[in-house]
């Protein structure tokens, strides 16, 4: 079974500072993609990055990047020049399923980030 | 413009009562999905819907039941025997999981729904 852990529940970073989130996976499958999403205190849940198992090289969205390291299993956001509206919940969540199906997500139980002047 | 619209967005279920939870799409997108969030938790799988018609249980099915008569709606339904139903609702989609290059498609999210027990 997929499992997604992240060992931060909560973490501080001063304005325009960067940070990082961890989270790490245990999978058995070959192929899979591992997703971050931002939670602010709304509910909504906004898609802010991926990272598939056979890509090279790590993904970058703007100020959000992964630092993907295949063979520790973990997949950790990096959000650079920190502003006060990243203050949310992060999730990270793997994707299992083989293609020709609908893909279900795991997901960790999150990282509360509160960005500070 | 496309999105995904849950409703309520408040909810309050009386015990032995029946509630059902609205998501409709128009993503045009065939995969459906709810999940379940209490405090301070991440998400976690009830149901989830790939075509019409069909739907799988998920990883906590037990007093919930779904249906997908239309591609676009796929709603919820927090029965009497769901005992502790105090939860944020979200529903998702997606397009199916087609080719490798596929992979990176996203679920998008509705706004939810709170339940909570009168």
Not at chain 1, 15 to 23: I, P, R, S, Y
Not at chain 2, 74 to 96: D, E, G, H, R
Request: net charge neutral; with cysteine; glycine share 8%.
């Amino acid at each position: 079974a997929q499992k997604i852990t992240q060992t931060q529940p909560g973490m501080f970073v001063q304005e325009k500072e960067a940070v990082t989130l961890d989270c790490t996976y245990d999978t058995s499958d070959q192929s899979y993609g591992l997703f971050w999403y931002k939670q602010p205190s709304s509910g909504e849940m906004i898609f802010l990055i991926y990272q598939g198992s056979y890509d090279e090289q790590n993904a970058t969205e703007g100020r959000y990047s992964l630092n993907f390291q295949k063979a520790r299993k973990s997949a950790n956001l990096v959000i650079s020049a920190s502003q006060l509206g990243d203050s949310a919940m992060y999730f990270c969540a793997m994707r299992e399923g083989a293609t020709g199906t609908a893909s279900k997500l795991t997901f960790g139980t999150g990282t509360r980030l509160q960005v500070t002047l | 413009d496309g999105g995904i619209t849950q409703s309520p967005k408040y909810l309050f279920r009386k015990e032995g009562q029946n509630v059902t939870l609205s998501c409709e799409q128009n993503l045009n997108h065939d995969a459906m999905y709810w999940y379940r969030q209490d405090p301070g938790q991440g998400l976690r799988l009830i149901y989830y819907s790939q075509i019409v018609n069909d739907f799988q249980k998920g990883d906590i099915a037990e007093g919930y039941s779904v249906s997908r008569e239309k591609k676009e709606s796929f709603p919820l339904t927090v029965t009497s025997a769901q005992k502790n139903p105090t939860a944020f609702y979200l529903c998702a989609s997606t397009t199916w999981f087609k080719t490798a290059l596929m992979g990176n498609q996203p679920q998008h999210f509705g706004d939810g729904t709170r339940l909570s027990i009168l």
